[in-house]
């Protein structure tokens, strides 16, 4: 059983930043793409980033040039920087993990591909 346990989320200003992170349980740690996704009131859940083993990323249209994906696989910690960040970006954060061959470059975007999730964190921009 994978365990996902998120931080940093929070209150902000339009163009402050916050760093997320969630740390895992999952062994082996490089057998799993892992994602950032995201769900505001009201809204469906929606992809933000994702990362593989191999530190192959892909984005949302709505964060690229904003949001930094990263990985420490040493470490079993995903990262989230996100910057200059907009009132449209506010929502509840999960990060998400889901089994893939250790060579797998680009990790799928859709929430229904991620079998494991963590509580959330709350991200709220103010305008």
């Known amino acids: 059983q994978v365990q996902l346990v998120e931080s940093g989320g929070g209150s902000v200003q339009a163009g402050g930043s916050l760093r997320l992170s969630c740390t895992a349980s999952?062994?082996?740690?490089?057998?799993?793409?892992m994602g950032w996704f995201r769900q505001a009131p009201g809204k469906e859940r929606e992809g933000v980033a994702t990362i593989s083993y191999r530190s192959g990323t892909g984005y949302a249209d709505s964060v690229k040039g904003r949001f930094t994906i990263s990985r420490d696989n040493a470490k079993k910690t995903l990262w989230l920087q996100m910057n200059s960040l907009k009132p449209e970006d506010t929502a509840m954060y999960y990060c998400a993990a889901k089994w893939a061959e250790t060579w797998t470059w680009v990790c799928p975007s859709r929430d229904d591909d991620y079998n494991y999730w963590g509580q959330g964190t709350q991200v709220t921009v103010s305008s």
């Open positions: 999952a062994y082996p740690y490089s057998n799993y793409c």
